[in-house]
């Protein structure tokens, strides 16, 4: 388990990927979960993640729970990680009024 903020981000989802890349052949993974309040992992693992889940945590960002589908995916190169163009703004939950008209 290893929390990532910053700049390292990018390269750290880069590793993750090729590390799940090289154990496809020995056919011993059954499954890939990761937890994630960012957009990083999806765009420069290299991998094609599904969202399982989100949540709220503690300080109130939102949290995905992401599952490896088994596809690789075209990652976005690492010069591009600071680029604004690069980021993809997280959707934001609906919230119902609490009042009924």
């Known amino acids: 388990t290893e ?7 990018p390269m750290v989802c880069k590793q993750l990927g090729r590390i799940v890349r090289d154990q496809i052949d ?24 599904r ?3 989100r949540f709220q945590n503690g300080d109130g960002t939102w949290v ?3 599952r490896w589908t088994g ?4 990652a976005a190169p690492l010069s591009v990680a600071a680029s604004s163009k690069w980021r ?3 959707k934001r939950q609906r919230t119902s009024s ?3 008209d």
């Open 51 to 53: 969202t399982e889940l």
């Open 64 to 66: 995905d729970l992401l």
């Open 71 to 74: 596809h690789t995916a075209v």
């Open 3 to 9: 929390t990532v903020r910053g700049n390292g981000s």
């Open 26 to 49: 020995r056919e011993s993974l059954r499954g890939v979960y990761c937890l994630s309040a960012r957009e990083d992992l999806k765009r420069f693992s290299g991998l094609e993640w």
């Open 88 to 90: 993809v703004p997280r």
């Open 98 to 100: 609490a009042y009924n």
